[in-house]
């Protein structure tokens, strides 16, 4: 007599490093991978050129994972004997989370929400974003579902649910996996403090206790830094909205002075809660306002460096000289994204959440002493997209999982479980749900 299946999961990577989280649930014959991005390590100095499937799988930045990457890429069949029905899934568009996407094998459907599958693309357009799927051209990207939210999608015995959630990647969500025993969820990035606190709250009713909560913890990674005041990833403004308010003042304090800015291209609703609230109008660099026209067909004043091409996409009447913003010291608050010799001595940047994204980078600091040279100030404004160790607690609570498995953390030891277990599987460890 054949034995019931059980449910399992399967951790491939991400466990203690920020990002590139890799994670399977199977039952009998069906399977589902989450999420399929890329370790970020800057320190390693490896181009796109690079980036191959061995590298990748040297230094530990992507999983090694069975039955899920195209042959072509890894040289390994599938195994279609042992599954029947398989699925993957990426929770937002950070290429931690899914810049592997196109390895995948393009015969397995792969799910996110409508904002990532319809951003994706467009962020790849140029070949820049994503890494190269096997014998397509280099901007290809490999076609992603645009799931409905909050409605069930079958994959042979499993079930998953994406949610809305909160993050600073505009559409991220969350997943609840369900098999006919077991309910899984993942929290992919996740916060409280974002526009969308409502949506985290709601995702915790739907997944509440749940057998297996597995959630990032990237604000427990650095306990060493946890009371001081510069810590980086927490420093600064608390939520979304004080954000907004706090760049909408430094224009109405300084209102005779060059403003410039960046942020972090995935990070559309700040930009455009920016472009509503701000008292000057506000100029993106031509190649932001095009994903704002393509992804969201919103179009908004830009400019063009010399050296760039011209848009097709983009409205003619709303580009603004690139002259008229290097003298401008009144009308315009805009993004710059390079040539910072140009910028006038004595102006303000606000940098965002922009690359280089922090100390961990190696051009970080060059970026900011480039800057200071010109006399700019320079002011910092953060507003990290994860949660902080309350709200990290706060979510826990919410779901009280019987499992807990925290990833996508430093210190992944520091994340607790009031209401169960607590584990901290090894890369690549299976756990048996019985």
């Known amino acids: 007599m054949n034995s019931k299946p059980k449910t399992t999961v399967t951790f491939y990577n991400g466990l203690t490093t920020i990002g590139g989280p890799m994670i399977e649930v ?15 390590r800057p320190e390693l100095g490896l181009s796109m050129e690079d980036e191959d499937f061995e590298t990748l799988l040297k230094y530990q930045l992507i999983g090694d994972v069975p039955n899920f990457y195209d042959p072509q890429i890894t040289g390994k069949p599938i195994d279609t004997k042992r599954w029947e029905h398989s699925a993957a899934y990426i929770s937002h568009l950070h290429l931690d989370h899914s810049k592997a996407l196109n390895w995948l094998a393009p015969e397995i459907p792969l799910y996110a929400g409508p904002i990532t599958a319809h ?26 579902i645009s799931a409905e939210l909050n409605k ?20 991220a969500t969350g997943l609840i996996v369900k098999t006919p025993d077991k309910t899984i969820v993942h929290t992919g990035d996740i916060r409280l403090h974002g526009y969308h606190p409502d949506w985290v709250h ?5 997944g509440h ?35 907004t308010k706090t760049i909408v003042q430094y224009q109405k304090d300084n209102p005779k002075r060059q403003l410039t800015f960046n942020t972090y291209p995935t990070n559309v609703e700040r930009i455009l809660r920016i472009i509503s609230d701000s008292p000057r109008k506000v100029v993106l660099h031509a190649k932001r306002a095009e994903l704002l026209k393509k992804a969201l067909k919103q179009d908004v004043p830009y400019y063009y460096l010399p050296e760039d ?25 805009w993004q710059v994204v390079g040539h910072y010799d140009q910028l006038q001595e004595g102006g303000l940047y606000i940098h965002s959440n922009a690359e280089p994204l922090g100390d ?19 002011v910092t404004l953060r507003c990290s997209g994860h949660a902080d160790i309350a709200e990290l607690k706060e979510i826990i609570a919410g779901f009280e999982p019987k499992i807990l498995a925290p990833v996508h953390t430093l210190h992944p030891e520091l994340e607790e479980n009031p209401f169960g277990e607590r584990i901290l599987p090894k890369r690549g460890e299976t756990v048996t749900l019985s």
């Not at 790849?124 to 051209?137: E, H, R, T, Y």
């Not at 709601?202 to 739907?206: H, Q, V, W």
């Open 119 to 144: 951003l994706l693309p467009v962020l790849n357009q140029d070949g820049n974003f994503l890494l190269p799927a096997a014998n397509k051209p280099k901007n290809y990207t490999r076609p992603i």
């Open 309 to 333: 091409e011209k848009i097709d996409a983009l409205d003619p009447n709303l580009e603004i000289s690139y002259a008229d913003l290097l003298a401008d010291d009144h009308q315009y608050f």
């Open 209 to 243: 206790r749940c057998d297996m909560l597995i959630i990032e913890g990237t604000g427990v990674s650095w306990p060493e830094r946890v009371n001081e005041e510069n810590s980086e990833e927490f420093t600064g403004q608390k939520n979304e909205k004080e954000l």
């Open 26 to 40: 199977a039952y009998g014959k069906s399977h589902v991978l989450f999420d399929l991005g890329e370790v970020y």
């Open 360 to 378: 961990f980078d190696p051009a970080y600091k060059p970026f900011i002493e480039n800057i200071e040279k010109r006399g700019i100030e320079l």
């Open 202 to 206: 709601n995702f915790m009713k739907a």
């Open 152 to 171: 069930p999608i079958q994959v042979g015995d499993i079930t998953l649910t994406i949610v809305p959630s909160d993050h600073d990647a505009y559409g």
